[in-house]
């Protein structure tokens, strides 16, 4: 059981921190060309 959890655990943290590296700056990127695109509501929904 322990063994389980740990690679959950180790593999929740590099999910985490491959998606702060490529969405924190990426996402962002994307959410803003959306927004200047189409408007608020495309940008938020997505």
Known sequence: MM???KR???SFI???CF???TFGSGYVK???E???MAGRGV???I
Do not use: E, R
């Open 3 to 5: 063994t389980i959890n």
């Open 8 to 10: 959950i655990i180790i």
């Open 14 to 16: 590099l999910f985490m």
């Open 19 to 21: 998606t702060n590296n």
């Open 30 to 32: 994307i959410n803003a």
């Open 34 to 36: 959306l927004n200047d």
């Open 43 to 45: 940008g938020t929904v």
